[in-house]
């Protein structure tokens, strides 16, 4: 089974301009989490979908960020106007039911100078 | 503060020696607990978890966890270790009656292990 995908690997940008990540979870998986890492802050959940449904966005920085997932195989991270301070790499994961491990995609490198 | 920590930012082994990396976490119950990989330029790979019972665990690539409840903590371990091995390494936690359902994993900062041939 192909894991959980994600688009683009790498990503450089100039600040001010529109970042678009995708993300296409596991077959049958009714979880999927947007997490952020940066040497500084580590591992972050910034939000995460139950059968396409946003639960918990508490994790989501700041109004420039904001997640979709028009459906079960498909998510979007949109980050409008990008800054500096988003450079990161970006994870998608996703799980079945509730506390089943996640797993998760090789991430989007981002940068934005 | 409910939290998960890993005491040890890095450590160094020579190869074929054990390893051992700690785990702690502070809550009221016991969590799921998670051990994951991660290789320079990946995602994260799932090594082994716990959820009840038996508290070893046995994983992949020859790694194992046990569950000590009087000491909360969840300690990853490897008899020998092998040069293939050098990543990071992250202990997670999903918190006990988590509301809302779902699996909102916390993990901890992560211990960068190198391997000296």
């Known amino acids: 089974d192909a894991g959980v995908i994600q688009s683009p690997r790498h990503e450089v940008t100039e600040m001010g301009q529109e970042v678009t990540l995708r993300c296409k979870p596991i077959s049958g998986h009714d979880y999927l989490f947007w997490y952020r890492q940066t040497m500084m802050r580590g591992l972050e959940l910034l939000i995460y979908f139950n059968n396409n449904v946003p639960i918990d966005d508490s994790g989501m920085p700041e109004d420039r960020f904001s997640a979709k997932m028009p459906n079960a195989s498909f998510s979007t991270l949109k980050i409008q106007p990008s800054e500096p301070r988003d450079s990161a790499v970006y994870f998608c994961?996703?799980?079945?039911?509730?506390?089943?491990?996640?797993?998760f995609g090789d991430g989007t490198r981002l940068s934005i100078l | 503060a409910q939290s998960v920590t890993q005491p040890d930012i890095h450590i160094t082994v020579s190869e074929g020696a054990s390893l051992e990396l700690r785990c702690n976490y502070s809550y009221g119950a016991t969590p799921y607990l998670f051990w994951y990989v991660q290789s320079p330029g990946q995602g994260l790979q799932l090594l082994l978890k716990?959820?009840?019972?038996?508290?070893l665990v046995q994983g992949i690539k020859g790694f194992e966890a046990e569950f000590k409840r009087s000491q909360s903590s969840f300690n990853l371990r490897k008899p020998s270790v092998h040069w293939s091995d050098a990543a990071e390494y992250f202990c997670a936690v999903v918190p006990p009656m988590v509301t809302g359902g779902g699996n909102k994993l916390t993990f901890g900062t992560g211990t960068q292990l190198k391997v000296e041939l």
């Open positions: 994961a996703s799980s079945r039911q509730g506390g089943e491990p996640q797993h």
């Open positions: 716990y959820f009840s019972g038996d508290t």
